[in-house]
Structure formats: structure tokens, C-alpha cells
């Protein structure tokens, strides 16, 4: 039996280019109460922490009708890489200006005086499904979360696997085509310039450049650069053609990408989340029946392909599953 | 102190379509004795067992004066696959028709009452490399053999990774271009339908077929057909334009595939063995300079790119690897 300081919660902090969540959770990764404030992107990087403490005490310091019993034990930091998970330093993220090489898990831990661990948003949510959502019970699991962009973390033996340098696990960035489009990243051919919500956008985009009708075109006014992702999902369930192949096609790219993890990594499941994942979850069923062409892995059908757990609570549980080995 | 018991050696057996080869192992890694057979291919599972076990007997029952002291401890087979290593059954080889789903590693523990292990060619070798070869010292090991066909290896924390069923690690059929060749798997663009001995005499031959002069020609008797592998490091030796364009062109290929390697693993040392390997070798600086733009790892130039220690005894120093623990 775990003594009573065990019963505690940890709070898990998701730091976004534009808002800080903060939430308190337990054992069995169920959040209690939750804030969100505004991120301080921009300005010094004493503001940026400002921000993420100002979170904090929203959180913890809520009035005791609110708070839920129990002792918070550490606090997990999620936020865009790239960064030092094993130092717990901010390097340059794009996305948060403030921060540059910033040891953001000592300075908070400086003032909480508790532990404190810092991971990019894609692990930590992959480790957040693996000890308590749609991966509960499994050793090895990959997860993905297409989005904005496509970032994957890789849970082995129920840890995050970090690399040498904590880079690892960066499977939006796997090319399916050396040849291919170019990638944000500045590689070619990555799933992520593929599948991400703006190359699917951009996918489609060209495709009505070329002429093709669609009942996208009326839904973007009949501005083809007003195209989104989002639209895509519209259309589809309306019964258009187009969005219905652009849709087809990304079932065949990611079962050419996922095809690559299962004959390298052989999980044990593989988990989806995201905005185009839930956009792509009729085709669930799809990908499970073509990915076995795309793996050599006899038994690839026997690997569980589900939905992520978490949604947009993804950050706070993922923030919280860093550390939540204090609580176990 | 190891107690003396402990001053053992392993039995390392690698078994191949034509030859059983087997030898003593110690707890360096180094081999002592060693003997090769002709292997039962073809014929029943007894003969192909009793293939086995001669290779074992000759080289654990040499004559006093050439056996080293101490006493066999485990014996370690490595194979061809698919296998399943966890089970110790060979399932179906394609080079290995005596066996189907066999369980190889319980009969010769029934033979010699002697733990045995068993696993594929190139998690054999590449666990070999970590324990006591180019990667020694390494906690995370990507190893490749690049041949007839391209085998890997991962180990994580010193041990091989296995995945879910055991059919991990198969980074030879990662595809780089999903519209790409057709690879012996059946998948596109695997990296063995480039970068291969066969792959590379297909693309040299579809080169020559086009028109192009090379000194391949002579070497080949003028017959494209009869044009090899081995033939391009010769004529690339003699400063053949052709031969230095497929090898360049295999330079940018494979820093493609480890660029996705780096990204996903962030491994400690990369290392490359086999034939193919060994006649990129001049090429090696290039790879190790071009990586990087195939990969976001921000520190992927530190990641050391090295030819394998073991060569043609690889198999003999991988089986024993696979029970190494046993007289560490």
C-alpha cells in the first residue's frame, strides 16, 4: 500500500506559443482542476516564466471548495521543441521567442522547490497515453499527433526513449520520399509535408489550381488559397469527390509511413491523435487493412491502431505523466 | 572477482543457406577456435539439425591441445529469418528449406543441456558490435550489414530490441520513396532496392542499358547482364565516371535512410558492415559530412559513423553475443 504522502497529485504545465494550461492530476492521470492563461511569447525570458508560474498558482492555489485533497509532488513542463529534456533547458523553439538555451526546469523548481522535468509536447502526450490513456498496459507504444505539424513520441518499456541527446523520436520528420516536397524542416519527402494540416491544405490547394471542381471551392468562398485542412472533413462528409481523394491518398501516405515504424519499431500499439487524426477517423478502419502492404512485419495486423485518449488536455496530462512516477 | 566457473566460453553457431560455421567465444569477444560445415539445406529438420550439431561437436571436442581452457557455457545461433527469437523457432527462411516453423534453439538445448539462444543474422552481429566490437562502450547502437540484402540491428540500454514479436529493427525495409522501386518484401523503395549488391548492379546495368561507356563493360565481358556489385568498386578504383556516379548517388541514398535513422533513434554509434559497406568505405567522409541535411537532429554530426569490427566471423561473434551475459 502507498503511505498517505503518496496520495498526492502532480501538476502538469502544456506551454503554448500563445497560452500557458496548468492542470492537477492523480495516479490514475484524470485531471482535477484545470487554467489557462496567456503565454507571454514575446519579451524578456523573466516574462515567459512569469507566465508559466502565474499558471501554476492559478492552479494550485485555488480555493479549497475547489481544490481537490492531496499534496502536489512534482510538476511537468510540456512545451515545443526543440529543447534538452535530459537538462530540462528551452533551446530555440520558433514558437516561444522568449526562450533561448533557458534552464526553464531549474528556474521553476528554484521556486516551487519540488521536482520538476521538461519534455517537448509530442512525448510527453505519448507517455500520457501510455501509463494512462489508450495505451494503458503496453510496454512499447508509438504515438502520433497530426496537427499543425506531425510530432510522434516513442514509449519503450514504459519510458520515453530520448536518444543520445533526447532528439530522438522525431518520426513526423521520417521521409517516405527523398524526392519529395519539401519539408518545413528543410528535409524532403517528410510525412509531415504530406499529412500535417497544411500540406493537406496545400495538397488540395494544387488540386484545385488545376481546374478540378469541388464543393470545397463554395465552402472557401471560391478563394482556392482559402483552402484549409478543416474544410476538407466538411467536404468529405458532404460527398465530395475531391476531398474524398485527397483524403484516400493521405490513408495511403500514412500507411507507407506507419509501414516504416512497425518494421523498425514493432510496437505494441500505435496511438493517433490530433485534429486531422480525428478528421481521418473514418478512415480508421482503411488504414488498418492496407498497412500490412506497407510492413514486412507478418503480424502487423495483430498491432492495435486507436485513438488518442487525451484531446485537448493532451499538454496538462502529458506535462503531469513526466513526473508522475512520484505518485505511483 | 568472477568465481572461476564463471571464466568461460559461449558457443557462437552461424547457420546460412550453404555452411554451418561455429566457434569459441570469450568474454572479450574474442574467437578461439573456429570450424565451418557444409549445411543440409535441403532435406528434413534432422538433417539440417545434424548440420548443426556437427559444427558444434567439431568445435567444442578439438583436440586438447588447440581447445582453450574453460568450459562452454550457453551456445548462441544465429540465423537467417524470419524467426522468432523469443521462442527460439525459425519460422521460414526462404534460404533454409529444412526448416518451417522449427524450434531449433529447444533441440539443441535438449542436446547439449546448455542454455541456447537464437535470433537473425543481424541483431546477432549487431549486438556483437555493441558488447565487444565498433560499438563497444555505446548504450544505443544502429547497426546495418549491407550485402546481398541490408540487415539491421537495434540495441537500446546494451540489448537487442525486439519489439512486440520480435520483428523489429528491420531498417533495411524502411522505404525511402513509397512510389519507389519494387523491393524483394514487396514493398517500394525499401532501401535494399537501392542500396544492396543486387540493387546497385540493377541500377548500374539500367545505366549501361541506357547507352553510357564505363570500364564496367570490359569488366563484364561486354555482357550488361554479368555486371555486379563488386565490379563497381573495381572500375570506380580505375577511376570510371559511371562507377563514381551510382556510388555517389548511393552516398546521398543511404544518407536519406540514416538521416531518418538519426531522426526516429538518436543513436549512439551507427555502424555499417558487409560487402557493399566495405566498398563504400572511400565514400565514408562524404556520408558522414552529408547527413546532417538529411536530418533535423541539430547534433547528428557528432554521431560516430563506423565500419563494423567482426567481417566474414560476424555470425560466429553474434551468436555467442546472443548468451554473452552468461560469463560476464
Known sequence: MAEHGMNGFVLGVDVGGTKVAAGLVDRQGKI???????????????????????????VSR??????????????????????????????????LPCWRDYPLAAEVADIYHLPVKLDNDA???????????????????FYATIGTGIGTGI?????????????????GHLSIDYRG????????????????????????????????????????????????????????????????????ETVELLCAWLGNLVDLLDPDVIIMGGGVAVMLQPFLGKIRQQLPQWAI????????????H??????????AALCSDVIE
Chains 1, 2 share one sequence.
Open 32 to 58: 482535477h482542476v484545470q487554467t489557462r492563461t496567456p503565454m507571454a511569447a514575446v519579451g524578456d525570458p523573466a516574462a515567459g516564466l512569469r507566465a508559466v508560474t502565474s499558471a501554476i498558482d492559478l
Open 297 to 308: 512485419n507478418s503480424r502487423s495486423r495483430e498491432i492495435p491502431l486507436v485513438m488518442a
Open 123 to 141: 512525448n510527453a502526450a505519448a507517455l500520457a497515453e501510455a501509463r494512462w490513456g489508450a495505451g494503458r498496459g503496453s510496454k512499447n507504444v
Open 155 to 171: 514509449v519503450l518499456e514504459g519510458k520515453l526513449y530520448h536518444g543520445r541527446t533526447g532528439a530522438a523520436g522525431e518520426g
Open 62 to 95: 485555488r480555493s479549497p471548495s475547489e481544490q481537490p485533497q492531496g499534496t502536489i509532488r512534482a510538476i511537468g513542463i510540456c512545451c515545443p521543441g526543440p529543447l534538452d529534456p535530459i537538462a530540462g533547458r528551452v533551446i530555440n523553439p520558433p514558437n
Open 310 to 319: 487525451y484531446g485537448a488536455d493532451a499538454g496538462i496530462a502529458g506535462g
Open 181 to 248: 516536397p519539401r519539408c518545413g524542416c528543410g528535409k524532403a519527402g517528410c510525412i509531415e509535408a504530406y499529412a500535417s494540416g497544411p500540406a493537406l491544405a496545400r495538397r488540395t490547394r494544387e488540386r484545385l489550381a488545376s481546374g478540378r471542381a469541388s464543393k470545397l471551392l463554395p465552402l472557401a468562398k471560391w478563394r482556392i488559397e482559402a483552402v484549409t485542412s478543416e474544410m476538407l472533413g466538411e467536404a468529405y462528409g458532404a460527398g465530395d469527390r475531391l476531398a474524398a481523394e485527397i483524403l484516400e
